[in-house]
């Protein structure tokens, strides 16, 4: 009842029932009677009233104002018990008891209008006076009122405050039985409507869904028994529900190995879900299954057919491999001819220097035609030569790229949980003569740990570290920040350098291979960045960055927490 300063007298009680029991009640004790709220202000019509108040004294002004004033002080201070004086306004004796519903005042029942045996018109006549009311019908009207002892009336008053009492706790208890009966039907309509929203999903997902129902045998999981599953279990795995429901896992597959069982044992009685993905050797379907225990004694799967993810996967690996194979072997076959043209190159620019320098000691037919002639043509073959080898330094280049690369995709994994900052520590001291050189500073925060292979992160990060360093902004000392922060099961590693930054339209393009911002003014493979993502590919993770020109590079390193 949190609600109870909302709640007035007719959230409590029947009007229509009250008057008639206000009506009865002063009918039998010859009292008049009226229930009246906190202020005085009549709740329920008058019960036998005598004219003097009710024609006479109310129906003046200052008389009315008067007696609703008297009537809202006989409730005042009230838990239980009465209070029995005379009326501030007529002079006529009054009762009042207070109604109290969970310890909130709400209302008055007053009786009374009665004179003593010694009272007289005299007592209220210079009252009559004040208010306005005509003195004559006034003292007529005072020969009529009710004429009682008051030790009776007082045991009316006590009969009245024994019934008020009861009625309070009566309505209380109605109000409160009310609200039961409305959370009750509020609740069972919430449930109705959740299980036509539950039975509408259970129905209509695509995931497969079953419940089962554990069987122990002397505490320890020994089988377990379908109790629902929905027309996307059946679907997927080929099974009948009227087949399942009510059997056991045994009984339908007899060869379950005992491992499930216990696993799902584990679940039910641990309440820890699990989440894995099986091959199903019936079925010939791989599956992503994710098992939790709904309630005691019972667990559910919720699972979805992975097959096609599966294949396809396991193609794209294949054809990775292929690739990687195919770049190896191009790679380390084009550079056997490539090193011969490379040499025979150098070979021919050396003879082609000597015979140069033996023509220029020609001096005394320098001037011949022929001479000049044939001068002319071996420099010409000197230019060609010095593009082949440049052209060959190139090629070079690249190939030895590609072979880094292959090398990349081929090297086997070693997962383990990585401290990353002793980690990037020792990246930052290998690099150390690199960084004094430049004077930058490396500022490192508290790094999270991370699941990963700790040679290939040391090459990542070895990587940005580098290209930090490389294109630093030359007006300002180089400043790196090394933070990270935990984003769900991820953590995220952030490196921040103030360096010439890069510009919108080369975001996208600096983890491509091969691609280098500025190729005439830096050296580089413009393969390090690409190295970089495929590493954190093979480790579930990924790289972002975020840059403007001119402002430095920030990246972000998303990886498994450890």
Request: charged share 25%.
């Amino acid at each position: 009842m949190s609600d109870i300063k909302e709640i007035d007298f007719y959230d409590l009680f029947d009007l229509e029932y009250i008057q008639t029991l206000q009506d009865d009640f002063s009918n039998a004790t010859g009292v008049a009677s009226i229930i009246t709220d906190t202020n005085g202000i009549p709740l329920t019509k008058p019960s036998n009233f005598t004219k003097l108040c009710f024609d006479i004294i109310r129906k003046t002004d200052l008389g009315y104002e008067n007696c609703c004033k008297s009537d809202a002080k006989m409730g005042e201070g009230l838990e239980n018990g009465y209070k029995l004086q005379k009326c501030s306004s007529g002079g006529l004796w009054d009762s009042g008891t207070a109604i109290i519903v969970d310890g909130k005042h709400i209302a008055n029942w007053l009786i009374g209008q009665i004179r003593d045996e010694n009272q007289n018109y005299r007592d209220i006549s210079e009252y009559i006076k004040q208010i306005g009311a005509d003195e004559e019908q006034a003292a007529l009207a005072f020969n009529d009122v009710p004429q009682m002892s008051i030790d009776k009336f007082k045991k009316i008053a006590v009969a009245l405050s024994s019934i008020t009492n009861q009625l309070s706790k009566l309505a209380y208890q109605n109000i409160l039985h009310q609200r039961i009966i409305e959370k009750s039907n509020r609740v069972e309509t919430a449930m109705v409507d959740s299980e036509r929203k539950y039975r509408l999903l259970f129905e209509n997902m695509t995931s497969g869904f079953a419940l089962h129902e554990m069987v122990y045998d002397n505490g320890n999981p020994v089988d377990y028994r379908y109790i629902d599953v929905n027309p996307a279990f059946e679907k997927l795995t080929g099974a009948k529900k009227s087949d399942l429901i009510g059997h056991t896992v045994k009984e339908i597959m007899p060869h379950t190995e005992q491992y499930w069982i216990d696993t799902y044992g584990n679940v039910t009685q641990t309440g820890i879900p699990i989440s894995y993905e099986n091959y199903s050797q019936e079925i010939g379907k791989h599956f992503d299954v994710w098992a939790f225990s709904p309630e005691p004694n019972k667990f559910a799967v919720v699972f979805t057919d992975v097959t096609a993810k599966k294949n396809a996967e396991e193609i794209i690996a294949a054809k990775n491999k292929e690739l990687e194979q195919i770049i190896f072997v191009a790679s380390h076959d084009l550079r056997t001819p490539l090193v011969n043209i490379e040499g025979y190159s150098r070979e021919l620019e050396y003879s082609i220097n000597e015979i140069i320098g033996k023509l220029e000691l020609q001096k005394n037919i320098s001037n011949n035609g022929m001479i000049l002639d044939l001068k002319a043509d071996i420099r010409s073959v000197k230019e060609s030569l010095a593009i082949v080898r440049n052209s060959t330094k190139q090629m070079d280049i690249l190939i030895k790229g590609l072979l880094k690369l292959s090398r990349t995709g081929r090297e086997s994994l070693k997962i383990s949980n990585i401290d990353m900052n002793l980690l990037v520590s020792d990246v930052i001291s290998s690099m150390e003569f690199q960084v004094k050189s430049i004077s930058a500073n490396i500022i490192v925060e508290r790094l999270l740990p991370c699941v990963g292979d700790e040679v290939h992160l040391i090459q990542v990060f070895s990587n940005l570290i580098s290209n930090s360093i490389k294109y630093l902004e030359v007006k300002r000392p180089l400043i790196i920040e090394i933070k990270s922060y935990r984003e769900g099961n991820n953590v995220v590693y952030t490196l921040e350098d103030n360096g010439i930054g890069i510009g919108i339209k080369n975001k996208d393009k600096i983890f491509e291979l091969f691609y280098r911002i500025n190729p005439k003014l830096l050296d580089g493979e413009g393969i390090g960045l690409t190295i970089v993502r495929q590493i954190l590919g093979k480790l579930n993770g990924k790289i972002q960055v975020e840059s403007d020109f001119g402002d430095g590079c920030k990246f972000y390193i998303t990886l498994p927490a450890g």
